[in-house]
């Protein structure tokens, strides 16, 4: 029977929020260490979450879709129909659609990120026994706060337990990164780090929702002071490159066909533009709104939206200092062991932004972070920056046209690495092309020749 469009919409109202505490919600995965403890995080505060198997249903996410949707959002279709399917198949006739619930953050804005759960619901629907698995979400419009999908005393905890794992999974990432390429013995580093998220993830199940947090602060020192010895420091240092882009698939080994080991393989060091730089920017981006709406108000001498204005601006401003104190002391415990990279501040991405006047924060957008950050790491000095991004990303191709002229002119290695699932029989020899001119970035600055160095240009440093 045909569906018309009013009952497309109303089917849109069973992509919802409400209490999921006890439900066994189905998180799509992402980043390998950050989407673990996010499942964690939601267990310490009693909601039963897991993160599905990945990437193994790419096939039926690109069954059911047209091919125009981004590759993010036919790789998370896949993983839940994957992981349905297969519940139904373990279950039979005891399956039941009430057990679950599909969780699938949203973006306000002008992306297709916040229709991605939409559009899965009219999948979903497609299957009888999958109409009633509902899907819930949070959204960056109130900074992704849970206080819809749980109690909100369980909220407040969840958020500060989350915003904290996510910074120690983008440190412990970061220990990868430095260690790995150097490592004495191939896979010491690997297997070590996996057990140290054992340990993260179990203190956060066991204590995390006390918010005691000097066990956890533990681990990551325990951490990096023993990735630490793993280094060959016989190993000259390689060139180092960064990855901006589009956050999933520049987080999700899988989408991105293992682009980090793919580039240490050719002999790189890689940082990825890490987690949390999404949800600092989303508290940032609100706050800039709210001034916004401050002045307005103080122009039209509204002083009954001021007080309240006022009232929304300073919770979000303690919200930025909290998550950039967090996120200072994190970091800090394993710069005391081990020299990782350090993660850019939001307020330095919209300088330097501002500086150049290539791009606003005002045109909002990842563009903005991704651009942002690659002149950022041309500052500190890394030699090659790689686009990463779904194949028709819409703020990556506004990124791929700024910087491409643009880094060329600074004689910084760049390259774009669009992703749709197809195997690209030439990135591989583009990439290691890639590193190879890096590692030649690299040699002219440490010979002082000025080849690769970021020459005089109009553009400011
Ligand atoms: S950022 Fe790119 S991949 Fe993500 S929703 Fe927007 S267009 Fe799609």
Redesign the pocket.
């Known amino acids: 029977m045909a569906v018309s469009g009013k009952q497309h919409f109303e089917r849109f109202h069973k992509v919802k929020q409400f209490d999921v505490t006890g439900k066994k919600l189905l998180i799509p995965d992402m980043s390998p260490f950050a989407s673990r403890l996010l499942a964690a995080s939601f267990r310490a505060v009693g909601v039963n979450a897991l993160i599905m198997e990945t990437y193994k249903g790419l096939a039926l996410g690109k069954e059911f879709t047209s091919g125009k949707e981004?590759f993010?959002c036919q790789v998370t279709l896949g993983d839940i129909l994957y992981y349905l399917r297969g519940e139904k198949e373990r279950l039979g006739a005891s399956f039941s659609p009430d057990n679950y619930v599909y969780f699938l953050p949203e973006a306000d804005g002008p992306?297709?990120?916040g229709m991605y759960n939409k559009m899965q619901r009219l999948v979903l629907d497609r299957f009888e026994e999958f109409r009633d698995v509902p899907i819930t979400y949070v959204s960056t419009r109130n900074s992704y706060s849970a206080v819809d999908i749980m109690p909100p005393e369980a909220a407040s905890i969840f958020r500060r337990l989350t915003y904290l794992v996510i910074i120690i999974a983008d440190v412990f990432d970061r220990i990868v990164w430095r260690v790995r390429p150097y490592e004495l013995r191939p896979g010491l580093t690997d297997s070590f780090m996996e057990k140290a998220l054992g340990a993260v993830v179990a203190e956060v199940e066991q204590n995390g929702a006390s918010l005691e947090f000097q066990r956890l602060f533990a681990i990551v020192e325990d951490a990096a002071s023993t990735a630490k010895t793993f280094i060959d420091s016989r190993q000259p240092r390689r060139p180092l490159i960064g990855i901006i882009g589009?956050i999933y698939v520049r987080t999700h080994p899988e989408s991105n066909q293992n682009i980090v080991r793919v580039l240490e393989g050719f002999g790189a060091e890689v940082v990825v533009a890490s987690v949390a730089e999404w949800i600092n920017y989303i508290t940032y981006d609100i706050a800039r709104e709210q001034k916004r709406h401050l002045k307005l108000a103080l122009l039209k001498l509204d002083f009954a939206s001021l007080r309240g204005n006022l009232k929304d601006l300073i919770s979000t401003q303690i919200e930025k200092y909290y998550q950039m104190w967090r996120q200072s002391q994190v970091y800090r415990r394993a710069l005391k062991h081990l020299d990782i990279h350090k993660d850019h501040g939001i307020a330095d991405l919209e300088k330097r932004l501002n500086r150049n006047r290539l791009f606003s924060f005002d045109i909002g957008t990842?563009s903005a972070l991704s651009i942002g950050a690659a002149l950022e790491q041309l500052h500190a000095g890394y030699n090659g920056v790689v686009n990463i991004f779904?194949f028709t990303?819409?703020?990556?191709a506004v990124c791929t046209a700024v910087l491409k002229p643009l880094l060329n002119k600074m004689r910084m290695p760049y390259i774009d690495a669009p992703y749709d699932g197809a195997i690209q029989p030439n990135r591989e020899i583009a990439l290691r092309t890639f590193v190879y001119q890096a590692k030649q970035h690299l040699d002219s600055r440490t010979s002082g020749n000025g080849n690769g160095k970021a020459t005089k240009c109009h553009i400011k440093q």
């Open positions: 981004c993010p992306c297709r990120f589009e990842e779904p990303c819409m703020p990556s």
